[in-house]
């Protein structure tokens, strides 16, 4: 998690009714983006969603970064459960054959279906790179309405600006022959994101 | 004028059908795509913000290259001031070379194409130099240059990918996309995990922070600068910015106009050198992070009163995703690796002056790309300078210098040669029009028929006259060359109305040529003769009002002229003053004729909006209500306010493009299956009727002026 997210004042942070259009206008926006929305409303909860959604991906190994959220979440003992491989190790390999990679960002943008985050740690950019399915936990308190408040949100604390700040906005797509869509290239294929409230 | 090479590419660029084909179907569909990514957004004001922010960059480029140099070596990374391309490329080398790295893998940089790093470095012994951006793999494997800043394969169909990557990967590969992509994952993910260096491009510098801003889509930028252990940012100095916050508004805009996309997948601010995992998986803390803050030409550019406009280009390309020309030729003609009409201007100073004055005659000036430009820049006012410059240092050829000095500047010689040449066409008018001229001539009649100088030009048909009733104001009628010499019929139509109207009209006789023509051939000072000459001939008129049939006239009359005496003020004062009275027809009308009774013409037309009335001057509703007023169903066309292709002296110089556009909006116009194509300029007439002569079709072409004349209740 980013210094800087802890100092975000209230006014821009998400409140209980803005909070519900926030979301459902992030889920709108994303899903045009082919991005897939959960949201779950406390660990528990998400536990039991992160697990059916990795045991419906038919793997045998995962990759994640540790964060708060993630730790929260305990994607080992989900992994473990599962019986596939779960593993932050050794990066440069397991994320190369890995068939999920998992990771939190800070932000979502509702107007435009967008996650932001800080991507300092390098595992944090090996997970979600690579695989061909990233699935990001994110807080549902930390809902922005638009791409200038996230940035207005680094603004304010310049001092602190992540060394690696990331914006995804759906998988990672080429429309370079023929101006034809296709999803998935370099970068994941399918993004799955998790709201926590 | 274009050399032969220019020609013969532009006539291979023609013939190409695929090439048409795909630059077409993404012409049409993006001004749609772009408008949907706007949706609730007010262009207007982002465009704005980014003007400010980046012409304040460019004005402090140097304090703010020191102040980001400053920054980004206090966050780690290692910065080169590079002045030249030579400069930049022997620095990346030496990186390599130090580091012993025989792999690279790159992400999109237009910068690097600016100056072939690739060539460079494998010719100095780094043999293995991928491009990981599908459009660039593509373009590298076939060894092309990019033809398009953002897409840069966009000249290329499946088919011909499916072969280049046969080829690569000694497989047989069916023409199937998806499949396509997939295996270029897979290719360039080996060359991903192997390579010992990134190199990337960066869209946006900041200053105050020392971040690197780049926008990707596929996912290679984030992987160029993840896994390899040192990587290396290539930026031109004309990305910086000043604040964190001026990157709001330009994220905003570039992927809306880019693409079509509210943002892109992936955009990664880099504050500083992170951590990475080196080949044999060990983690290194700190990588290797080089920013080349390269120069090359940008500075010139700033330090030059007109071009540094065009310094606040955010490299969107939405100006090509626009320009008529672009559809039809592609980005290969322009010769270089920027292309289009902002590309002609960067070659100027980012490669060659000479290259560019050439390609300056690919513009139709048609404005369009000037409505969308993110930057505001105002591309055709400065291809028209470049022109201007072009033409100071190698002079007109003597023909056209002849001309222009000699003849448009002494209107009585001007206008009995006209009038010569009615008597000389004789031999090749058919109705109204010439379909044939002999010999060398006939390449300005081919595709397109030239209408006929009529026997009896307007100023000898109208003259002073005065309303029935009460004057309620008085008119100066400013014909133009066209409405004066080539379509008396429109100016005596137009004559009735406003007569109708109760405006007393005169044609002060000393009226000339407006300039344009001059103008836009590169010579200004016989502009500014014509502008003194048309001024002198209106101020001897005492009139309320001075009313045109062409736009390009009024516009000039209205707008050109102030600039022409930016450095004058006599004659600036006195150039306002006829300014301020000019207007065109249709919006005097519109505002003067409410009372004007029309017999329903119940007729079915279809409408032309010319560059000029729409873009230059904003109009368009004036003459729909006018007509509808009189009548006319209007159908409207696909692409109504697409240029036909005129572009004044245009149609001489490039003619093939000139008809492969005007092609184009005939197909339009009559698939409304309207009988009229009504307009509200006599050069769009020229040519759209010219056309659809040649192709023995019986549209007729009316000014709008000519249909309101028609409907006027007697
Ligand atoms: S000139 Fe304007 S429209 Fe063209 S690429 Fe630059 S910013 Fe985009
Ligand atoms: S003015 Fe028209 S022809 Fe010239 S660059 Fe712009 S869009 Fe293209």
């Given at each position: 998690m980013?210094?800087?997210?802890a100092?975000i004042?209230?006014?821009?942070a998400y409140?209980?009714?803005k909070?519900e259009?926030?979301?459902e ?7 045009a983006l ?14 039991q969603?992160?697990a ?22 305990d994607?080992?003992?989900i992994?473990s ?6 593993t932050?190790e050794?990066l440069?390999q397991n ?5 999920l ?6 932000y ?8 932001v ?11 979600s790179i690579l ?18 408040d ?7 604390n310049l001092g602190?600006?992540?060394k690696?700040l990331t914006?995804v ?11 034809v ?6 970068g994941?294929g ?7 409230d | 004028?274009?050399t ?65 140099a400053a920054?980004?070596e206090?966050?780690?990374?290692i910065?080169?001031?590079a ?7 022997e ?5 390599a070379?130090e ?5 690279i893998?790159?992400?999109k940089?237009?910068?690097s ?7 460079f ?5 780094i ?8 459009g660039?793999?593509i373009?590298?494997l076939?060894?092309q240059?990019p033809s398009h ?5 966009i000249?290329m169909?499946?088919?011909e990918v499916?072969e280049?990557?046969?080829k690569?990967?000694?497989e047989n590969l069916?023409?199937?996309i998806?499949?396509?992509v ?8 080996n ?11 960066a869209?946006?510098?900041v200053?105050?922070?020392?971040t ?6 596929e ?11 040192i ?12 604040k ?22 992936y955009?990664t601010?880099m ?9 044999d ?5 700190q ?24 310094l606040q ?17 592609g980005g290969h ?7 289009g009409?902002i ?9 060659s ?19 969308f430009c ?5 591309i ?10 072009t033409v100071k240092?190698?002079?007109?050829p003597?023909?056209q ?11 009585k ?5 006209i ?12 109705g109204?029009?010439i ?18 100088v009529?026997s009896t030009p307007?100023r ?6 005065v309303p ?14 066209l ?13 009735k109305?406003?007569n109708?109207m ?5 044609f002060?006789?000393?009226q ?9 051939m590169?010579?200004p ?6 502008a003194?000459?048309n001024?002198?001939?209106?101020e001897k008129?005492?009139?309320d009002y001075?009313?045109s049939?062409c ?5 000039v ?8 005496f930016?450095d ?11 300014a301020?009275?000019?207007i065109?027809f249709a919006?005097?009308v ?16 279809t409408?032309?909006?010319?560059c000029h009335?729409?873009?230059a001057l904003g109009?368009?509703?004036e003459?729909?209500?006018l ?9 409207e066309m696909?692409?109504?306010d ?7 002296s245009?149609?001489i ?9 005007l092609d184009?909006?005939?197909?339009n116009?009559?698939a ?17 009727s010219g056309?659809?002569d040649a192709?023995?079709k ?5 000014h709008?002026?000519e249909?309101?004349?028609e409907a006027?209740?007697?």
């Amino acid at each position: 998690m980013s210094a800087v997210q802890a100092k975000i004042p209230m006014k821009d942070a998400y409140s209980e009714f803005k909070g519900e259009a926030l979301y459902e206008k992030f889920k709108t926006a994303a899903e045009a983006l082919s991005a897939e929305v959960h949201r779950a409303a406390n660990l528990e909860e998400a536990r039991q969603l992160v697990a059916k959604l990795i045991g419906e991906l038919k793997i045998e190994k995962a990759v994640y970064a540790s964060s708060p959220l993630v730790d929260e979440v305990d994607i080992k003992a989900i992994g473990s459960k599962l019986g596939i491989v779960m593993t932050d190790e050794n990066l440069r390999q397991n994320a190369a054959d890995a068939g999920l990679g998992i990771s939190q960002l800070d932000y979502a943008i509702a107007e435009i279906g967008t996650l932001v985050g800080n991507a300092t740690s390098i595992e944090s950019r090996m997970v979600s790179i690579l695989p061909p399915v990233h699935m990001v936990f994110v807080r549902t308190k930390n809902l922005l309405p638009t791409l200038l408040d996230a940035i207005a949100v680094y603004n304010k604390n310049l001092g602190e600006l992540p060394k690696y700040l990331t914006f995804v906005s759906g998988p990672s797509r080429t429309a370079d022959i023929e101006r034809v869509l296709t999803i998935g290239v370099h970068g994941p294929g399918r993004l799955i994101i998790v709201f926590i409230d | 004028m274009a050399t032969a090479k220019l020609k013969q590419e532009i006539n291979a660029a023609l013939q190409k059908d695929n090439l048409k084909g795909a630059l077409g179907r993404f012409g049409e569909a993006y001004p749609a795509a772009r408008e949907k990514a706007y949706e609730g957004k007010d262009f207007e004001a982002i465009r704005e913000k980014i003007r400010i922010a980046k012409s304040y960059a460019a004005e402090n480029m140097e304090k703010l290259a020191d102040q980001f140099a400053a920054n980004a070596e206090k966050n780690g990374a290692i910065v080169f001031r590079a002045k030249t391309a030579q400069e930049a490329k022997e620095y990346i080398l030496k990186v390599a070379r130090e580091n012993n790295v025989n792999h690279i893998i790159k992400s999109k940089s237009m910068a690097s194409e600016e100056i072939h790093l690739n060539k460079f470095l494998n010719e100095n012994g780094i043999q293995d130099v991928a491009e990981s951006d599908l459009g660039e793999w593509i373009i590298q494997l076939c060894g092309q240059r990019p033809s398009h800043m953002v897409m840069p394969a966009i000249h290329m169909t499946r088919g011909e990918v499916a072969e280049v990557f046969s080829k690569e990967v000694n497989e047989n590969l069916e023409p199937d996309i998806p499949k396509l992509v997939k295996v270029a994952r897979e290719n360039l993910r080996n060359k991903f995990l192997r390579a010992e260096m990134g190199i990337s491009g960066a869209n946006i510098a900041v200053a105050e922070t020392g971040t690197i801003v780049m926008c990707t889509n596929e996912g290679n930028g984030r992987l160029t600068t993840t896994v390899p252990p040192i990587h290396v940012v290539l930026v031109g100095i004309e990305k910086l910015v000043a604040k964190f916050e001026d990157v709001g508004p330009i994220l905003e805009a570039l992927p809306r106009s880019a693409t079509g996309q509210k943002l892109t997948s992936y955009v990664t601010m880099m504050t500083g050198p992170t951590a990475a995992i080196d080949m044999d998986g060990n983690i290194i803390e700190q990588k290797q992070m080089h920013i080349v803050l390269m120069d090359n030409g940008r500075t010139e550019m700033r330090n030059d009163p007109i071009f540094k406009q065009a310094l606040q280009c955010i490299r969107c390309a939405s100006c090509l995703n626009v320009c008529p020309v672009f559809q039809q030729v592609g980005g290969h003609v322009y010769g270089d690796v920027y292309t289009g009409g902002i590309g002609t201007i960067l070659t100027a100073f980012l490669n060659s002056f000479e290259k560019a004055g050439e390609l300056q005659n690919l513009c139709l000036r048609c404005e369009r790309c000037k409505t969308f430009c993110p930057g505001k820049v105002d591309i055709p006012s400065l291809i028209v300078e470049l022109r201007r410059r072009t033409v100071k240092k190698d002079g007109l050829p003597m023909g056209q210098k002849l001309i222009l000095e000699k003849v448009l500047t002494n209107r009585k010689l001007f206008h009995s040669l006209i009038r010569t040449a009615s008597l000389a066409q004789k031999p090749f008018v058919k109705g109204n029009m010439i379909r044939h001229l002999p010999l060398f001539f006939s390449g300005l009649t081919e595709g397109r028929s030239l209408p006929a100088v009529a026997s009896t030009p307007l100023r000898d048909r109208v003259g002073h006259s005065v309303p029935r009733g009460k004057v309620k104001a008085r008119v100066a009628y400013y014909a133009g060359c066209l409405g004066d010499f080539v379509y008396p019929e429109q100016g005596e139509a137009a004559y009735k109305v406003l007569n109708k109207m109760g405006m007393e009209i005169v044609f002060p006789l000393e009226q000339t040529c407006c300039g344009i023509p001059a103008s836009q051939m590169g010579a200004p000072e016989v502009a500014v003769k014509l502008a003194k000459q048309n001024i002198e001939a209106f101020e001897k008129e005492n009139v309320d009002y001075i009313v045109s049939l062409c736009p390009t006239c009024v516009e000039v009359l209205k707008h050109h002229y102030l600039d022409h005496f930016k450095d004058d003020p006599a004659w600036r004062a006195r150039a306002e003053k006829i300014a301020a009275k000019v207007i065109d027809f249709a919006s005097f009308v519109a505002k003067h004729g409410k009372d004007l009774k029309f017999k329903g013409l119940g007729i079915n037309a279809t409408y032309h909006d010319s560059c000029h009335m729409k873009r230059a001057l904003g109009v368009w509703q004036e003459p729909r209500e006018l007509l509808s007023k009189a009548g006319v169903n209007i159908t409207e066309m696909k692409g109504c306010d697409e240029c036909c292709g005129f572009g004044g002296s245009y149609s001489i110089k490039m003619p093939e493009i000139s008809l492969a556009i005007l092609d184009k909006k005939l197909a339009n116009a009559e698939a409304t299956g309207a009988g009229v194509l009504a307009l509200d300029c006599p050069g769009c007439k020229m040519q759209i009727s010219g056309g659809l002569d040649a192709k023995g079709k019986n549209m007729a072409v009316k000014h709008t002026a000519e249909l309101l004349a028609e409907a006027l209740k007697e």
